[in-house]
């Protein structure tokens, strides 16, 4: 792979050689792509079981012991629902970063023997590293979302269960 100006010296990898890497590299852009659909999509729909959370939290306020009963297992459901979420935007995360690490292997691995690493590997090498790092970074901010929803949903329920408390005679 690596070209030579003297027999038994490499030089610098060849212009065509580098193009075959990234082509290779970038082949997993498509997987990334869907990555980072399924990640909006899991994105959207926290955002609305959060929406429910609310929503059934402010009816709980005004609720009667069995309407409070009928919200206590929507919130149930719901805390549920983001922790399928977590797993799904956990599970998503990780294929992104594997496919990361796994093309950032790919070039590092074709271009270890160079002598001069090049600008192109540079900016890929480190376009590749941003988008391991930022995979990492929506995980732990969906996980604190997720977190956030089920802390309100505990609390809802905790309410719903002191009203239900306080109804009986």
């Known amino acids: 792979m690596l070209s030579s100006s003297l027999p038994g010296t490499a030089s610098l990898i060849a212009p065509d050689d580098i193009a075959h890497v990234i082509q290779v590299a970038l082949a997993p852009a498509f997987l990334l792509s869907a990555l980072a659909t399924l990640l909006n999509v899991f ?6 079981v959060a929406d429910k959370v609310d929503s059934a939290a402010a009816a709980l306020r005004t609720a009667g012991p069995a309407e409070a009963a009928g919200l206590s297992r929507q919130l149930a459901f719901l805390r549920r629902r983001s922790f399928v ?4 935007v956990v599970l998503a995360c990780t294929a992104g970063v594997m496919t990361g690490i796994a093309v950032l292997t790919l070039f590092v691995g074709a271009l270890r023997d160079a002598a001069t690493a090049s600008v192109l590997f540079a900016c890929f090498g480190v376009a590749l590293v941003c988008t391991v790092a930022a995979l990492a970074a929506f995980l732990v901010e969906i996980l604190l979302a997720g977190r956030g929803i089920r802390d309100a949903v505990d609390r809802q329920q905790v309410h719903a269960s002191d009203r239900g408390a306080d109804a009986r005679p």
């Open 85 to 88: 979420l977590d797993g799904a």
């Open 43 to 48: 994105s959207t729909r926290l955002g609305r």
